[in-house]
């Protein structure tokens, strides 16, 4: 309890003393690209071999002559949609970009760096935290997008490349019944965990105190924190809006 | 100038100062020396607003920091610059981007502005041609002057320096002291330095407080320290078999 009073005044602190716009704007623009580009390659190669596995071990699965193959895309895609891109995607978000932010800021408080903000006026908090979080939530559903698509695309090459089902029939699938809901029911996951992501990691590399080893630790406390927090979010998510 | 007034501290349950008080002049180098934990980083943290005293108060020319509303704060902060024992330079920017780093987010200058005051501040610690250098690049020494010219480039009224020698070879160690004195006497500012190095005492040490164990036990400065009556600051003083040998030397003549 008394972390979750710590995290929450951390949360807090993020909105006063703030700088100017422009200031904010320069290093969200800066965070985005090492939250959101940089994790475009991880991201393509998870989602697209998901994807294909989905495809051939739904295929494994639906043997009946009664079940028709467009069954097949129609799994890959509601599973896609609703769970792998938003949820399983953030695991690996949390792996790479929650890592990130927390060693970055343990580094910078036990070489004083953070200290050097405050002695000079600035809320290192709001400085330092705001535009990571801030380039999360723009980054991360962007990020699932591209997942979700480049997954179902992985099925589709996966799929008809050994023969499991034909180009017409995955598409056939794919746009099955297609509920629009579930691109929002994954959009409002994939804010909702950028923003545990971000600032869980912050919050664990933001009061690292130690040395080399206490980064590694609060690094690592951040992924596996990170991921707890994911997935109740997630069962939350699903009870309240499915 | 800077006061403090009775400034006491503890951490978990632990007192680790004891009601400090002290005045740091203008345009002189204020010394705070003692052994390792004695509390000096400590009391150089109550001073800047990084840890709040539970008792006391800081006075910058007249005006109470420590129970002064944020608004003040930041305005005395702002007029604050401080060298950090490691240089705290920050490590994703080059030593240009380091030292106008203040002049970004504090000031409205135009770039060339502030390019300009950054190559005077360069130059005024004797480093040209580093500016595209990385931290990783340079030399321990070189990333203390980098934190100096940091610290002062935003015009700053008051240097706060916590050992500045720490790590560095004794030649390199005495060119920082004589920087820190030049600039303080230079700019007219107040500068408060931690150290625990007696070297520094004897070069620049325009007023010394002697901390032990949390508590002031002596103030002068580098000419009347060595006729101190305090049996911890003279086992301070001449834990150094050079000052023993100097001692004796003295005795004998």
Redesign the interface.
């Known amino acids: 309890m008394k972390s979750l009073g710590k995290y929450l005044i951390f949360i807090a602190t993020l909105f006063v ?1 703030r ?1 100017s716009i422009g ?1 904010y704007v320069r290093l969200v623009i800066d965070e985005s690209i090492k939250i959101g580009v940089n994790s475009i390659f991880i991201f393509a190669i998870v989602s697209s071999f998901m994807g294909a596995v989905t495809t051939i071990q739904t295929a494994y699965n639906l043997i009946s002559p009664l079940i028709p193959n467009y069954v097949i895309s129609l799994v890959v895609r509601d599973m896609t949609i609703l769970e792998l891109a938003p949820t399983i995607m953030a695991i690996v978000f949390a792996g790479k970009v929650g890592s990130n932010i927390a060693g970055e800021l343990g ?2 408080r036990i ?3 953070i ?2 903000l ?5 809320n290192s908090t709001s ?1 330092l935290v705001l535009p990571k979080i801030v380039a999360a939530l723009l980054m991360y559903p962007m990020l699932v997008v591209l997942a979700a698509f480049l997954s179902m695309y992985g099925g589709y090459l996966a799929g008809t490349l050994t023969g499991e089902i034909t180009g017409t029939e995955y598409i056939y699938g794919i746009r099955y019944e297609f509920i629009e809901y579930n691109i929002a029911f994954a959009l409002i996951k994939s804010v909702v965990f950028a923003f545990l992501v971000s600032s869980i990691s912050a919050y664990k590399g933001f009061f690292t105190k130690g040395g080399a080893l206490e980064v590694g630790v609060a690094s690592t406390s951040a992924v596996t924190n990170s991921c707890i927090a994911i997935l109740l979010a997630d069962y939350l998510l699903a009870q309240l809006l499915l | 100038m800077i006061e403090i007034q009775n400034i006491s501290k503890s951490f978990d349950g632990k007192q680790i100062l004891h009601n400090i008080s002290g005045t740091f002049e203008k345009g002189r180098t204020n010394l705070i020396i003692g052994a390792s934990g004695t509390g000096k980083s400590v009391l150089l943290k109550n001073i800047v607003g990084l840890v709040q005293p539970d008792e006391g108060h800081v006075l910058y020319d007249g005006r109470d920091f420590t129970s002064g509303d944020k608004a003040l704060k930041t305005d005395v902060r702002r007029e604050i610059g401080m060298l950090f024992q490691g240089g705290a330079l920050f490590d994703s920017k080059n030593v240009e981007q380091n030292v106008m780093f203040p002049l970004n987010v504090l000031t409205k200058m135009s770039k060339e502005e502030k390019l300009d005051r950054v190559n005077i501040c360069l130059e005024k610690v004797g480093l040209e041609n580093v500016n595209k250098k990385m931290p990783s690049e340079i030399s321990g020494g070189m990333k203390k002057r980098v934190g100096i010219a940091r610290a002062i480039v935003n015009h700053s009224k008051y240097l706060f320096c916590d050992e500045p020698n720490s790590g560095l070879d004794p030649q390199t160690s005495i060119v920082i002291d004589n920087l820190i004195k030049e600039i303080t006497e230079e700019l007219s500012i107040t500068t408060v330095v931690v150290t625990h190095d007696m070297n520094s005492v004897m070069e620049i040490g325009d007023y010394v407080m002697f901390i032990h164990q949390g508590h002031k036990l002596w103030e002068g400065n580098n000419q009347n320290i060595f006729d101190c009556n305090v049996k911890e600051l003279e086992d301070f003083i001449f834990a150094n078999k050079l000052m023993r040998a100097v001692r004796h030397q003295n005795h004998t003549e």
């Open positions: 003393r700088e200031t580094t910078m070489t004083e760096q200290d050097a405050e002695v000079m006026g600035i400085y």
